[in-house]
């Protein structure tokens, strides 16, 4: 299991660390993430902290979520399709 900080939010560490994981490639585009019974047990948090991490990854373009199959790492073409536009020009 996963140390977390006594001091810091830990939805807020869990999402830092699975974000990491994607940056470096550990997760790779397209693969499946852990599911969040896995990232449950993985970091010793709460199913509510795990859905609020799902939910901040989902939020910054990280992951898809597919029902029914799970959350899987967006490309960066997916990510550039999400990411806002300035249409102020």
Same mark, same amino acid.
């Given at each position: 299991?996963?140390?977390?900080?006594?001091? @810091?939010?830990?939805? &807020?560490?869990?999402?830092a660390i699975i974000a990491? =994981?994607?940056?470096? %490639?550990?997760?790779?585009a397209g693969e499946r993430?852990?599911?969040?019974?896995?990232?449950?047990?993985?970091?010793?948090?709460?199913?509510?902290?795990? @859905?609020?991490?799902? &939910?901040?990854?989902?939020?910054?373009?990280?992951? =898809?979520?597919?029902? %029914?199959m799970g959350s899987f790492?967006?490309?960066?073409?997916?990510?550039?399709?999400?990411?806002?536009?300035?249409?102020?020009?």
């Amino acid at each position: 299991m996963v140390e977390l900080k006594a001091n @810091q939010p830990r939805w &807020r560490q869990v999402h830092a660390i699975i974000a990491e =994981r994607i940056r470096s %490639g550990e997760y790779k585009a397209g693969e499946r993430i852990p599911s969040l019974l896995d990232l449950v047990d993985e970091f010793g948090i709460a199913n509510a902290t795990g @859905q609020k991490v799902m &939910r901040a990854l989902r939020a910054d373009g990280l992951i =898809r979520t597919e029902p %029914g199959m799970g959350s899987f790492v967006t490309t960066p073409e997916e990510r550039q399709e999400a990411a806002p536009t300035d249409e102020t020009e």
